[in-house]
């Protein structure tokens, strides 16, 4: 079974804090995602990666950074958190199948930024 | 861009079917997908559909495509108190992104 990681289920930081939610997975996955959930919002992509050191933007980038120095591992970067920010964070992994990229979800980081 | 709208909530019985709509505007879409998350969960993918099928069933779940309307439909025969959960339909694009809906609740009363 493929299992995604993720660093902290609960997280709480004051405003202008650095923040890092980390995210693990043990398939050997290419592809790594980092969504944030909002109530009726679903799903927003943050940032993805498709190799070690690659990286693109999603829909909502700002406020964001993201690091792939490792295949299995794929961190989310807060450099300045903000109230706005306070949101569920969920990573994702697939592996590269053409139309069937099937994604993998961790448990979630419940981030409150105070 | 693409967009992907659900309704918020259903509520059903214990042993009644479900059925959760979803509709989405992008003509390019390869797959749809289900997913599943309960309380305090991540995502579970429950089953996906190619886009040039128009039915897939799977156990209590039958997935319904409407392709011509962009409409896609998710029944789960004999709901149980187990089901409660939020559901998300998402679509692939041609670039191989998700896009995903806004969820819906679906609360089973015994």
């Known amino acids: 079974d493929v299992k995604v990681t993720q660093s902290s289920r609960y997280l709480v930081k004051r405003t202008g804090e650095k923040v890092f939610l980390e995210c693990v997975q043990d398939?050997?996955?290419?592809?790594m995602f980092w969504y944030r959930q909002d109530p009726g919002l679903g799903l927003r992509l943050i940032y993805f990666s498709y190799d070690v050191k690659m990286k693109e933007k999603g829909d909502i980038p700002e406020g964001y950074s993201v690091s792939r120095e490792k295949k299995e591992r794929f961190s989310l970067i807060l450099e300045s958190a903000s109230t706005n920010q306070t949101s569920m964070y969920l990573c994702?992994?697939?592996?590269?199948?053409?139309?069937?990229?099937?994604?993998?979800f961790g448990p979630g980081t419940r981030l409150t930024v105070l | 861009g693409e967009d992907v709208e659900q309704s918020l909530f259903l509520s059903v019985r214990e042993g009644d079917s479900s059925v959760i709509n979803c509709t989405y505007t992008?003509?390019?879409?390869?797959?749809l997908y289900w997913y599943k998350q309960e309380p305090g969960a991540g995502l579970q993918l429950l089953t996906y559909i190619f886009s040039n099928m128009d039915m897939k069933q799977d156990q209590r779940l039958t997935v319904l495509l409407n392709k011509k309307d962009k409409h896609l439909s998710l029944r789960i025969a004999d709901t149980q108190t187990g089901d409660s959960a939020i559901y998300f339909c998402?679509?692939?694009?041609?670039?191989?992104?998700?896009?995903f809906g806004g969820g819906t609740r679906l609360m089973v009363k015994p």
């Open positions: 992008d003509s390019s879409s390869t797959y």
């Open positions: 994702a992994s697939s592996l590269p199948q053409g139309a069937l990229d099937t994604q993998y």
């Open positions: 998402a679509e692939m694009n041609a670039g191989n992104m998700l896009t």
């Open positions: 398939m050997d996955h290419e592809n």
